[in-house]
């Protein structure tokens, strides 16, 4: 398997363009208790591996990951999917760049560095998250499946590796697997 779990020390020599958002959760803990965690959660298809063959066809090496900014501050979601009338569900963001810019004057993290993270999308266009966070810690929850397509995380990487996937509902990932067999559903289908 690739390299199971990396943290914002690999910062520089990672990528996620391409890589679809299919989930995001905040991962708050309890004053009262003394934990102070504010992590910020993407559910993510990451492309481990970018192949480029002879005949100039691109292949993808893709995992399930997770990926986790860890003591978050002034969380910024601006992300679009449009107007369609009520008419279009809405699907996967995918990632454009990841950037970060150090924050000189901070009062959440006094012993290590803050940053202003910046996630932009490609699908929706022009979608933006922002927030200030320390770092980050993303596992891959299973190992790369090599994809032969067009797109970087179609939708039938889904159906390889939703099995990976934490167990959630039982019932919603049954759903989820003839979604990515019949290759339609309505939002409704999904919610029962």
């Given at each position: 398997m690739a390299e199971s779990a990396v943290t914002d020390v690999d910062f520089e020599r990672?990528?996620?363009?391409?890589?679809?958002i299919y989930g995001i959760h905040l991962s708050?803990?309890?004053a009262a208790r003394d934990d102070w965690r504010s992590d910020l959660v993407f559910d993510i298809d990451h492309i481990?591996?970018?192949?480029?063959?002879?005949d100039k066809r691109v292949?993808?090496?893709?995992?399930?990951?997770?990926?986790?900014?860890?003591?978050?501050?002034?969380?910024?979601i601006d992300i679009d999917w449009g107007d369609s009338g009520y008419q279009t569900a809405i699907h996967e963001a995918s990632i454009d760049g990841v950037?970060?810019?150090q924050v000189s004057d901070q009062k959440i993290c006094l012993d290590r560095p803050c940053y202003r993270w910046r996630i932009e999308t490609?699908?929706?266009?022009?979608?933006?998250i922002a927030f200030g966070a320390s770092g980050f810690t993303q596992k891959l929850r299973a190992a790369p499946v090599l994809i032969r397509a067009e797109r970087a995380a179609p939708?039938?990487?889904?159906?390889?590796?939703?099995?990976?996937?934490?167990?959630?509902?039982p019932a919603r990932l049954k759903r989820w697997r003839k979604?990515?067999?019949?290759a339609c559903f309505t939002v409704g289908d999904w919610l029962k």
């Open positions: 990672l990528s996620w363009h391409d890589n679809h708050l803990g309890d481990v591996e970018w192949l480029c063959g002879v292949q993808f090496r893709v995992a399930p990951a997770t990926l986790a900014f860890h003591h978050v501050t002034d969380l910024d950037t970060r810019d490609n699908w929706p266009n022009g979608g933006v939708v039938l990487i889904r159906a390889e590796t939703v099995a990976a996937r934490p167990p959630a509902v979604f990515v067999r019949l």
